[in-house]
């Protein structure tokens, strides 16, 4: 009998995680929104020590994540990333892809090694979910010395 439960449980926990991660709903970006880079330029070779990303945004405001605010996201920098992530999900949290949740519009990347990486920023919601459309930049090449 406790054998019958404990699998029951175990269902209903795997079905709460599953729709847990499953697609969400995406909000409407305003239109004309526009996310891109301040610094670095497309093209540019960066010296050694610390880099700073500085990030812009137009027809659309800057909020920390975790609280709903209308016509308002956050920064994402996707750095060395070939595909985009699903849209209709949260994007990861992950060496490449970095959450500025605090509402940054400038930052320091420690952590990139010398030789050539794209960079491209995205703009996400209050739970890093993508704007509908798509709120991000072009890519852009970098060189670290």
């Known amino acids: 009998m406790a054998t019958g439960r404990l699998v ?24 004309g929104a526009a996310v891109y880079f301040i610094y670095p330029r497309d093209g540019q070779v960066v010296q050694g020590g610390k880099r700073w990303v500085r990030m812009g945004l137009r027809n659309m405001g800057v909020a920390p994540a975790g609280g709903a605010r209308d016509g308002t996201g956050h920064h994402h920098l996707l750095a060395d990333v070939d595909d985009l992530p699903p ?18 519009t400038a930052a320091r990347i420690e952590d990139l090694a010398p030789g050539k990486h794209t960079l491209q920023l995205m703009l996400a919601d209050e739970s890093h979910v993508p704007f509908d459309p798509p709120v991000m930049s072009p890519k852009i090449t970098i060189t670290v010395r």
Do not use: V
């Not at 029951?8 to 239109?31: D, V």
């Open 8 to 31: 029951a449980l175990t269902l209903a926990l795997a079905a709460l995680l599953t729709a847990a991660g499953s697609a969400q709903e995406r909000k409407a970006a305003p239109p």
């Open 87 to 104: 849209l209709d999900e949260p994007i990861p949290n992950d060496r490449n892809h970095r959450h500025f949740g605090g509402g940054q």
